[in-house]
């Protein structure tokens, strides 16, 4: 293997370590953010619930008051029936309580429903009240959890950071080095990963075939060979290709097809 991609490989596993990190404290504050969403959703709840309760209690105070004057009415009125001293007048006020008895009898029904709608509610109040309680602490949990994690890979962050750096210094001191770290960013930034393992003649990451001769350079670990002197790439995705024989064990072995198709005619 060429030396530069040997050190390629390692970078890679950093770099992607990297983006990893980047990506991760980057997207939990974005989870908390959608957390103090729900949060907040759920206080505007049972703000509607508490709004609908108060009402219904405004509703109740001002049907018992009028509930109250409309006895004192029919109290004074049966007083003036007493003292009345013509039908007339006995009719008029007749009239008169019956139509405040009515009243009386339509306010009591309204405020019974008003208390059976009550007791609804205060069980929605109770949903709420649960429903607030839970998502504040599925919040506070999270936005803990957030703040640990993030410090965490801050640190592991610059520690990789501090390896990258290290690793390009020391590639770039060898006589190809700056020019395979300049290809191996032009493809990292193109295709998001620039070294592919090839494994069972294959490229790990595009899946493509590995021509036989081009395997055969690959596998070859002698000092002149042609994976030794120069960068091989992918001839599909563009990748930086490298061989690791410790993977590469038999039983892993690509079997040729012409071999399959052959044992299946010996077992028939
Ligand atoms: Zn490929």
Redo the contacts with the bound molecule.
Sequence with gaps: MHTDLAKLVVLQVHDIEAKRLRDEIAALPKLVAALETKAAATVGQRAVVLDLIAKDEALRRRLESDIADLRLKVERTQKKIDVATTAVQVNAFEHEATFARAEINRMEDEELESMERGEALEAQRGLADEAVAEAAKTLERERDRAAETIARDRTLLAEVDRKRIALRKEIAQSETGEASLSTYDRISRGKGTAV?EALNQK?T????MIRPQRWNDLRDNSADSESALTLMT?E????M?YYDPARDSPDRKLVPVESIAASIVRSL
């Design positions: 592919s490229c990451a595009c899946q493509m992918c599909n995705c563009g990748r290709l």
